[in-house]
């Protein structure tokens, strides 16, 4: 009943109907930590008077069962509510008495890998680290947490969430588990340079930015605009930046622009790519058609789709479609080595349905129609094949499609 998806008033109800439970037997610790989940769920619901309530409950409850992990997690949300607050005192004291728990009991864990009743996104303890860092607490051990975490010595300001780009089909930024409203954007050019800055990976000069978007304005024109432009993009991915701070996800290196490599970006172009590659290259075939398949299901439409026939889009477009083809091919090959000629059919239409002239989904149509006793629409596979090879290439089917054909032809 704890986290972030969920209604506050059915976890505030499964939760009292639990501790029914644990009341009537007297188990004060599992109490504890229903009451915690409790608190949880309405901090990450917005309710922060509740969740302070049930967070201090649940330290005095806590330190009466003697659990110290239960009492460290405690202080870990009483953190982050304080520091939503800003309540920089408050803040101090359960910063100091979190880490003295995580130091002294080498719970450091908690601060690297997702637990049950840890963050959903491990960067929101990013800034309560560097908060500590700039009063001293713990230096020591806060320099070693912010090295062995990867951090830069440099690093005084982190937005404190993960940024996710969904880039396949419809485009969404995420902060966190919020999403980026379209009013957030204030101009189209914003959400436009973030765009380009994504798919150019190794980043661009600001001439090069100015030709691809503002091609067509007077120098001193695009100038203004970008500068507009990048101003609103920064605002509308760290809303929460003080002003003169430097920017985190966009970041400026040998004058050119580019996304953060050293930040917590997850891109869902970044992640198909690399699973269709794996999967490409496995060996074992049902590792092959389980990694396929899950990048597959990434690809829910072309790659930045609303920039149309933008120029500077287009050929990462065609790419990630052939990879898309290319990996849809394989797993129908896969689903056909194990006679499982519907799912072959299905992946092939997909195949058409992208590319009408890629032919080896005809040739295991023709295959798979021609197993499934169904002859005649096998060899309407064929025409059809060569119709469109000869409209769109002016070719004719290679020789082991014809070859297909033949067999079917003169199968008895």
């Excluded at 409850?61 to 405690?74: A, D, H, K, L, Y």
């Excluded at 963050?119 to 990013?126: R, Y």
């Excluded at 060996?283 to 299901?297: C, F, I, R, V, Y």
């Amino acid at each position: 009943f704890y986290g972030k998806n969920y209604d506050y008033r059915l976890a505030l109800f499964y939760g009292e109907k639990a501790l029914i439970e644990t009341e009537r037997v007297e188990d004060r610790w599992l109490s504890s930590l229903i009451r915690l989940s409790i608190g949880m769920a309405a901090y990450l619901n917005g309710k922060v008077e509740d969740a302070k309530i049930r967070f201090q409950d649940c330290l005095v409850s806590f330190r009466e069962c003697n659990s110290q992990f239960g009492e460290m997690v405690t202080h870990f949300w009483l953190c982050l509510l304080r520091m939503q607050e800003g309540c920089e005192k408050e803040l101090e004291k359960n910063l100091e008495e979190l880490l003295h728990i995580v130091e002294s009991l080498n719970y450091r864990f908690f601060f690297i890998r997702k637990t049950l009743f840890g963050p959903n996104d491990l960067q929101v303890i990013l800034p309560l680290l560097l908060f500590a860092k700039n009063k001293k607490i713990k230096s020591d051990y806060i320099e070693e947490l912010l090295k062995s975490l990867g951090v830069k010595e440099d690093l005084s300001y982190h937005p404190g969430y993960t940024l996710t780009l969904k880039t396949l089909g419809r485009f969404e930024v995420w902060l966190g588990d919020q999403k980026v409203d379209e009013k957030a954007w204030k101009r189209e050019r914003a959400k436009e340079l973030l765009q380009l800055l994504i798919t150019y990976r190794n980043g661009l000069s600001r001439s090069d930015i100015l030709s691809l978007i503002w091609g067509d304005s007077r120098e001193e024109s695009a100038e203004n605009e970008f500068k507009v432009a990048l101003n609103a993009l920064n605002n509308a991915i760290e809303p929460n930046r003080k002003a003169r701070t430097k920017s985190y996800f966009i970041t400026r290196s040998n004058s050119r622009y580019l996304l953060n490599p050293n930040a917590e970006i997850v891109i869902d172009r970044d992640q198909f790519e690399k699973m269709i590659d794996a999967g490409l290259v496995e060996k074992d075939k049902e590792l092959a058609l389980e990694t396929l398949k899950a990048a597959l299901q990434l690809y829910i439409g072309d790659f930045l789709l609303e920039r149309g026939d933008d120029g500077w889009s287009a050929s990462e477009r065609d790419r990630l479609r052939i990879l898309f083809l290319r990996g849809a091919e394989r797993v129908a090959q896969l689903h056909l080595s194990k006679e499982e000629f519907d799912a072959t059919i299905r992946f092939c239409d997909e195949i058409l349905a992208i590319d009408p002239s890629w032919e080896e989904a005809y040739r295991l149509l023709i295959y798979c129609y021609y197993r499934k006793n169904n002859r005649p629409y096998a060899l309407k596979l064929y025409k059809k094949c060569s119709e469109i090879l000869e409209k769109e290439m002016c070719v004719k089917p290679l020789e082991s499609t014809t070859t297909m054909y033949k067999m079917v032809l003169e199968a008895k």
